[in-house]
């Protein structure tokens, strides 16, 4: 996950005057489903989106001070919301001829295979360095404090397949930029990017290599 991550294609526009949400959790997003296709695309109004956000835990300077940290395992623990946040990724996904689902280290692996089954797709795990045991193509991307590296196998992907970048989170958009370059290299043809939260700084407008980004809820990462 790109919590810290910095992307140069990250074009931002949003007023960032999100507030903290009540009781610690994560808060739908209701927004117009009519989005041009590089800007940010935050899921229409479902009735499942509320117990969504509602399963999500907030833990405040998580892992460190002013972070405020988006707790996903409280969803997991509850089967039918769990279920229902992949659901309308399947539902979003189904029949537009995506061939592979591709994951991000970590919690990108939670949500990405339950999406790829359900849609008929295989799945490609994108991972840290030294994490796969074959011949790997890599990309590195710069962090707050460094870089970091993802990797997937040589031949996971093949020329022009259509694919799904997964994570759960979006937060400077870093990551995400990271896994499009790496499945371009390959000459894979990247569809979107779905992630289960998104922070509201990039809410209104954000390009991420010019891909669309899915987000079903919305929530915070910094104290304001």
Known sequence: MGEEANCDAVMEAGNGNGKAKENG????????????A???VVAPADPRLQGISDAIRVVPHF????IMFNDITTLLLRPGVFKDAVDMFVERYRGMGIAAVAGIEARGFIFGPAIALAIGAKFIPLRKPKKLPGEVISETYVLEYGTDCLEMHVGAIEPRERVLIVDDLVATGGTLCAAINLMERAGADVVECACLIGLPKFKDFYKLNGKPVYVLVESLEYEK
């Open 63 to 66: 892992p460190k001070q002013g």
């Open 38 to 40: 590089d800007d940010a």
């Open 25 to 36: 959790h994560a808060t739908a997003v209701l927004a117009m489903p009519d989005v041009k």
